[in-house]
């Protein structure tokens, strides 16, 4: 007996150990990540680099990048929110256990692999091409065109969240409030999506970090701009495009900013993940 106890105490310090190892291991190679862009990109961290646009030398910051961000992923996650929550909610509550809803969440699987260049092509065919046949030949690169190919990304993301936080709902709510002769829709709506809230806010923020360090479908869609732009129907700047525009250049200076770009998407990303994280304990707490 006492032999089969120490055998089994080894065996959970040996697989506690290798666990602490992994850990320790991808913190490590965040640290590296985070202290290798700070350090290459330190000189060009500064108040010029929120409020200037594009820079030709040593002169100027990321103010136009920055914002143009911010525009085409609102734009991505305004349109996959409610699209992804509603089709997650579909599958979750009217399509559970039906040959038609395994299919849709198989699909959906393949959707959330695909390479992310792919969803660039597809809405250059689909968005830009057809209003550049519209405009007489002139190519209309869009900051709009960039946010749909981001809502692609995103949107199985937010269907795949909202599913699994809905089904993991406990059976008895939806029996008790069935039995009280509570419709379904109201049964969904007001209780179940209630109920799976902070679920589906932590996927709709993991899917906007998803989305935000995005390079290859905004070269394909948003195209980029060396001026302040607010208008998401015109040609717009992001951080990533402008990031791999500055590293493909041959001066120091360019390369600062590229690494400092660099550093404020990775903060940007861990902020996301770190807001998703206080999410789901706060509704953990509360639920305890």
Request: glycine letters at 8%; zero cysteines; hydrophobic letters at 55%.
């Amino acid at each position: 007996m006492n032999t089969l106890y120490l055998r089994r105490r080894m065996t959970n310090w040996i697989a506690l150990g290798l666990s602490v190892f992994a850990t320790l291991i991808g913190l490590g190679f965040l640290a590296w990540i985070l202290w290798e862009t700070l350090r290459q990109g330190i000189s060009a961290l500064d108040l010029k680099l929120f409020t200037k646009i594009t820079a030709y030398g040593a002169d100027g910051g990321l103010a136009n990048a920055m914002v143009g961000s911010l525009i085409i992923n609102f734009i991505g996650i305004a349109i996959a929110t409610p699209i992804g929550v509603l089709a997650g909610t579909w599958l979750a509550e009217y399509a559970n256990r039906t040959k038609l809803g395994e299919t849709i969440r198989f699909l959906n699987d393949i959707l959330l692999s695909a390479p992310s260049i792919v969803m660039g092509l597809f809405v250059y065919t689909i968005v830009v091409l057809p209003s550049t046949a519209l405009t007489n030949g002139n190519t209309t690169f869009s900051g709009f065109a960039g946010g749909v190919a981001l809502a692609l990304i995103a949107l199985p993301v937010i269907v795949r969240t909202t599913d699994e936080m809905l089904r993991l709902v406990p059976s008895t709510l939806r029996e008790a409030a069935l039995s009280l002769g509570v419709p379904q829709w109201k049964l969904t709506l007001q209780i179940l999506i209630r109920a799976a809230r902070s679920g589906i806010i932590t996927g709709v923020l993991l899917a906007l970090a998803r989305i935000s360090g995005e390079t290859a479908p905004l070269l394909f869609t948003a195209f980029g701009n060396n001026f302040m732009v607010f208008s998401p129907m015109s040609k717009m700047a992001s951080l990533p495009q402008i990031i791999y525009q500055y590293a493909n250049d041959p001066g120091d200076a360019m390369h600062a900013l590229a690494w400092a770009g660099a550093f404020v998407v990775t903060m940007f990303v861990l902020l996301l993940s770190l807001a998703s994280r206080l999410v789901l304990s706060r509704n953990k707490v509360s639920h305890d």
